[in-house]
């Protein structure tokens, strides 16, 4: 992927607007994220990740989204203030977007078209299918909390599947060799 990926406009959960140009040169992992999923306590392996490899140009932005189960229903007032307050959140916050659909956003529509398939999302797309759940297209976004690395140079490297914890050494493998390029 080119640098374009830096070019996408973007909100930050305060309102603002940015891009992802101001993490140029850093590594990147992306995470759509839930208040009110069952893997909501991955939180606190993310802000662990965080403070461990933040140092390193490690960088974990979350992007609320609404689309599963309307498992992110609050504001974006209320996001901020359940991530810091649950789960001592210091990484960068965006306003809520959706990461599937026809109204996908722009920065979805292209870490997608960059890395079509998650790693380790067989086990997972199962799991949904048990609760009649399935996603409209193999390259969708399955859950809450599904995982894209950005290396150093803007282009995507690698994504993982929603159940693929912080510590999992699948996604520390990847990190830490998007850290050493």
Same mark, same amino acid.
């Given at each position: 992927m080119s640098a374009s990926v830096y070019d996408i406009p973007v909100t930050r959960i305060d309102g603002s607007d940015a891009s992802l140009r101001a993490y140029a040169g850093k590594v990147l992992l992306v995470v759509n994220v839930a208040s009110?999923?069952? %893997?909501?306590?991955?939180?606190?392996?993310?802000?662990? %990740?965080?403070?461990?490899?933040?140092?390193?140009?490690?960088?974990? %932005?979350?992007?609320?989204?609404?689309?599963?189960?309307?498992?992110?229903?609050?504001?974006?007032?209320?996001?901020?203030?359940?991530?810091?307050?649950?789960?001592?959140?210091?990484?960068?916050?965006?306003?809520?977007?959706?990461?599937?659909?026809?109204?996908?956003?722009?920065?979805?529509d292209a870490l997608i078209a960059a890395q079509p398939k998650a790693e380790g999302t067989e086990a997972w797309r199962a799991r949904l299918a048990g609760f009649g759940i399935q996603s409209a297209s193999e390259s969708d976004v399955l859950w809450n909390f599904e995982k894209f690395v950005i290396g150093r140079d803007g282009s995507v490297v690698a994504r993982f599947s929603p159940d693929i914890a912080a510590d999992d050494p699948r996604l520390l493998e990847a990190l830490d060799a998007a850290l050493a390029g």
């Amino acid at each position: 992927m080119s640098a374009s990926v830096y070019d996408i406009p973007v909100t930050r959960i305060d309102g603002s607007d940015a891009s992802l140009r101001a993490y140029a040169g850093k590594v990147l992992l992306v995470v759509n994220v839930a208040s009110k999923c069952g %893997l909501t306590q991955q939180y606190a392996g993310l802000q662990k %990740l965080y403070d461990a490899k933040k140092g390193e140009g490690l960088e974990i %932005l979350g992007f609320p989204a609404n689309n599963f189960r309307s498992q992110e229903p609050g504001t974006e007032a209320e996001i901020a203030s359940f991530c810091e307050l649950n789960y001592g959140v210091t990484f960068p916050l965006f306003s809520k977007i959706s990461v599937v659909g026809a109204d996908r956003h722009p920065l979805y529509d292209a870490l997608i078209a960059a890395q079509p398939k998650a790693e380790g999302t067989e086990a997972w797309r199962a799991r949904l299918a048990g609760f009649g759940i399935q996603s409209a297209s193999e390259s969708d976004v399955l859950w809450n909390f599904e995982k894209f690395v950005i290396g150093r140079d803007g282009s995507v490297v690698a994504r993982f599947s929603p159940d693929i914890a912080a510590d999992d050494p699948r996604l520390l493998e990847a990190l830490d060799a998007a850290l050493a390029g």
